[in-house]
Antibody, heavy 118, light 107 residues
Framework: QVQLVQSGAEVKKPGTSVKVSCKASGYTFTGSGISWVRQAPGQGLEWMGW????????NYAQKLQDRVTMTTDTSTSTAYMELRSLRSDDTAVYYC???????????WGQGTVVTVSS | DIQMTQSPSTLSASVGDRVTITCRAG??????LAWYQQKTGKAPNLLIY???TLQSGVPSRFSGSGSGTEFTLTISSLQPDDFATYYCQEYSSYSGTFGQGTKVEIK
């Protein structure tokens, strides 16, 4: 079936980086884009950015564009999100989601908990 | 980034009630508007895309309307499974800003 499976929970120190993976299966990976969304504890959803799995084009949220990099590996149908210079307010559940054509985000990963703490 | 504003933030309702949630965009987004339902500890679930198209498998009691800057999500007869948080999202121009969410609680 169509699914996105994310990597496991991470605990990081402030100032370091985290890289979360999102492996796609059940559909043609290069036929869609992948967005990343995060949710801090008790808060709403925050869109972080988007990458085309077809050509690698990206669009990042303004507030994160200096610290985030999104990439894909088409040989393994995997998308990656790296966030640098981590701060305590980056503690959140990070989700990947598929964006296919005119559909919005129709398939979501299970979420990856990232905790930033000294 | 486009600003998205939802109202109300919290809504108390009873089973069987008709419920309406409003979403306003900071600039015209055509009909590039989606609605999601999220339950505690779970990923969001797509309900409606392109402002009014019901995602496959979503009950017909959910409907969406609007274009430009003003949009609504309506639940025609609230069911016990519908108590959750709802988010609107603009997804024009390869972006995806969300509204702040509306929590639908049991009255």
């Amino acid at each position: 079936q169509v699914q996105l499976v994310q990597s496991g929970a991470e605990v990081k120190k402030p100032g370091t980086s985290v890289k979360v993976s999102c492996k796609a299966s059940g559909y043609t990976f290069t036929g869609s884009g992948i967005s990343w969304v995060r949710q801090a504890p008790g808060q709403g959803l925050e869109w972080m950015g988007w990458i085309s799995a077809y050509n690698g084009n990206t669009n990042y949220a303004q507030k994160l564009q200096d610290r985030v990099t999104m990439t894909t590996d088409t040989s393994t149908s995997t998308a990656y999100m790296e966030l640098r210079s981590l701060r305590s307010d980056d503690t959140a559940v990070y989700y990947c989601a598929r964006k296919l054509g005119i559909l919005a985000f129709d398939i979501w990963g299970q979420g990856t908990v990232v905790t930033v703490s000294s | 980034d486009i600003q998205m504003t939802q109202s109300p933030s919290t809504l108390s309702a009873s089973v069987g009630d008709r419920v309406t949630i409003t979403c306003r965009a900071g600039q015209s987004i055509g009909n590039w508007l989606a609605w999601y339902q999220q339950k505690t500890g779970k990923a969001p679930n797509l309900l409606i895309y392109k402002a009014s198209t019901l995602q496959s498998g979503v009950p017909s009691r959910f409907s969406g309307s609007g274009s430009g800057t003003e949009f609504t999500l309506t639940i025609s007869s609230l069911q016990p499974d519908d108590f959750a948080t709802y988010y609107c999202q603009e997804y024009s121009s390869y972006s995806g800003t969300f509204g702040q969410g509306t929590k639908v609680e049991i009255k």
